[in-house]
């Protein structure tokens, strides 16, 4: 089965064009999580199985969504939005 109950990821720091962003297991992980992937706007920029990512290059002032997704053998399971 997909992982159940997986909080978005959250900002441990950021500078005039980056973030660092961290995130949690699911609570419910439903069998060994094989990857987690971070989604900016809609497009995967990360798939690993760390804890933490930088991300560069933005745009000062502009509003970015980020999602985390874990996935297992049975499926994957994105957070809400940050």
């Known amino acids: 089965a997909a ?6 990821p ?4 950021f500078g005039a064009s980056s973030v660092n ?3 949690d297991k699911p609570e419910i992980p439903n069998g060994e999580i ?4 971070i989604s900016q706007d809609g497009t995967e920029v ?6 933490q990512l930088n991300i560069s290059n933005l745009s000062p002032f502009r509003k ?3 999602t985390v997704i874990a996935c297992t053998g049975g499926g994957c399971t994105e957070s809400l939005q940050l």
């Open 46 to 51: 990360f798939r690993g199985l760390s804890f």
């Open 10 to 13: 959250r900002v441990n720091g």
């Open 3 to 8: 992982p159940e109950i997986l909080a978005p």
């Open 21 to 23: 962003l961290i995130w």
């Open 34 to 37: 094989l990857s987690y992937r």
């Open 64 to 66: 970015y969504n980020f």
